[in-house]
């Protein structure tokens, strides 16, 4: 039995291969791990062309994932998302801009992405989180102000927020 018994899966109409791809180019420790292809059985339902990319199998970070080319019957939406936890700025920005290339810039919002297929990640610094457990509510509200007038979270910005500097 795997020692990870959840596995996330993603689907696309016929780009797996292509965000798969993506994903492990951002993240470390990752890899395509299997690319498995559709046959003629089944044709009549899933549509796709013998040889074709069904799934792909692949870790983000050590996290297995697999995306699946099941046609344009679903798409994503913000309702799942990924949060990424992130030391530092350097970290936040490189997610950011990494996972934000080519994606809805109408969909950033409060550390929140879209990339280009419609996957939605919180790109989160651990600060931000350390300030939410705060006793001090007065502090988390201006923490939270801060937070949400913010397309990319800036941690410098909320540490002033958080310090009462703004």
Sequence with gaps: MSPNKITTCLWFDSQAEEAAK????????????????????????????????????????GHPFVALNGGPLYFHTAATSFMIHCADQAEVDHYWNKLGEG????????????????V????????????MKDKD?????RVLAAMMNMTKMDIEGLKKAYEGEE
Excluded: R
């Excluded at 990752?30 to 292809?37: P, R």
């Excluded at 509510?137 to 509200?141: C, F, L, P, S």
């Design 22 to 61: 993506n994903y492990v180019s951002v993240f470390p420790n990752s890899e395509i791990t299997n690319i498995s292809h559709y046959t003629s059985v089944g044709q009549e339902h899933h549509k796709k062309e013998p040889g074709s990319v069904m799934i792909v199998s692949f870790t983000l970070n």
């Design 103 to 118: 994606g809805d810039e109408q969909k950033q919002a409060c550390g929140w992405l879209a990339d280009k297929w419609g």
């Design 120 to 131: 939605s990640w919180q790109i989160i610094p651990d600060q931000f989180m350390e300030y």
């Design 137 to 141: 509510g007065e502090k988390v509200k």
